[in-house]
């Protein structure tokens, strides 16, 4: 959850299998109370509202095509790759949000996988 503001075609699908359009709405509302809808919100609450995103440390994002927060992941990492910040992306075709609980299906393992290797290289590197 990087941007309270709900405005990607991803953020807008009905018939998500997991965390749909209502709970993502839910889930702002309770994160920022009376803060919610505002426009001034400040971009420490929902990172995608920072115009400036350089000098952010090396950073890996990981989402499914199946997922309410697909495009503005997409839209989160190109924009902090064109701030020059190290950044790797992933996005697992068919993955839900919260493929990390399906532990021991293969797309799962791969998720988790590709996280450990890049996590390894950050701190082996």
């Known amino acids: 959850m990087i941007d309270d503001r709900q405005c990607t075609p991803s953020s807008q699908q009905d018939g998500l299998p997991i965390w749909s ?7 702002w509302r309770a994160y920022l109370g009376s803060l919610y809808g505002s426009a001034d919100l400040p971009y ?26 697909r495009d503005e992941v997409i839209d ?27 532990v021991g299906t293969s797309l799962a393992d791969r998720w988790a996988s590709d996280l450990e290797m890049w996590l390894a290289q950050q701190m082996f590197h």
Do not use: M
């Open 21 to 27: 359009k209502a709970d993502n709405e839910f889930g």
């Open 44 to 69: 420490v609450a929902a990172p995608a509202r920072a115009t400036d995103l350089s000098g952010l440390p090396p950073s890996y994002l990981a989402v499914g095509t199946v997922d309410g927060f």
């Open 76 to 102: 989160y990492a190109t924009r902090l790759s064109q701030a020059g910040v190290p950044t790797d992306l992933r996005v697992y075709a068919g993955a839900p949000h919260g493929l990390q609980i399906a």
